[in-house]
């Protein structure tokens, strides 16, 4: 069954540095997203995306956040310049049609984020 | 999204049926019913959504009542690799679905 993948499954990442999250969504899949989890909390929205622009974002998606297709199979996530509370659990995720639609999404198994 | 209330945890045998309730009785005529689980250090994986039939597929069934203000997750056969966090959650297509606390269930020898 095809599935979405995370690249790296742990990064660790000083405070202040930039970094970038990596996924391959489901091939024929148009929509993609990504989410957070914080240790011991609920999962959050972060952002939704289609046809090379953002659809939906959240109050968290601030300015240090940005998201790319570079090319026809990744969807990055990038953080600026990380702070403490920027470490958690990143899922991506992608559905075959959007917001508009009952399909629902299929997540990967996430990026542990550590920020030191 | 319609508000849903689920008991913060359960246990079931394994091999027995793991019943999984969830309350959600602002539900709009238009929003469906979804359940995802999320396994320990994993993503949450979709399992079944539904309207107002009820559903199965290869993991679950889902049984929504006739007012459509509750509905079951059905796991016929527990094992222990279902030992995860199940979510419900209610949503139209348009909005991002926003996952609670949901129920731990705990599967057991």
């Known amino acids: 069954e095809p599935e979405v993948t995370q690249t790296p499954s742990h990064q660790v990442t000083q405070m202040g540095q930039e970094v970038i999250l990596r996924c391959v969504p489901i091939s024929n899949h148009l929509y993609f997203y990504w989410y957070r989890q914080i240790l011991g909390q609920k999962v959050e929205f972060l952002v939704s995306f289609y046809n090379n622009e953002i659809s939906e974002k959240s109050e968290i998606f601030d300015d240090q956040f940005s998201v790319e297709r570079p090319d026809g199979s990744n969807f990055t996530l990038k953080i600026r310049s990380t702070k403490l509370e920027d470490s958690a659990m990143y899922f991506c995720?992608?559905?075959?049609?959007?917001?508009?639609?009952?399909?629902?999404?299929?997540f990967g198994d996430g990026t542990r984020l550590s920020i030191l | 999204d319609a508000k849903t209330t689920q008991p913060p945890s359960m246990d079931c045998a394994e091999g027995r049926a793991a019943n999984l309730p969830c309350n959600h009785s602002?539900?709009?005529?238009?929003?469906?019913v979804y359940w995802y689980r999320q396994i320990h250090s994993q993503g949450p994986q979709y399992i079944i959504h539904?309207?107002?039939n009820n559903e199965t597929n290869e993991m679950a069934s889902l049984i929504i009542t006739e007012d459509r203000k509750s509905s079951t997750l059905i796991l016929p056969h527990a094992t222990l690799r279902d030992t995860a966090v199940y979510y419900c959650i209610v949503k139209i297509g348009s909005y991002i679905p926003t996952f609670g606390r949901g129920t731990s269930l705990i599967v057991h020898p």
């Open positions: 539904g309207l107002k």
């Open positions: 602002t539900i709009s005529g238009n929003e469906y």
């Open positions: 995720a992608s559905s075959e049609v959007g917001l508009y639609s009952n399909q629902p999404q299929h």
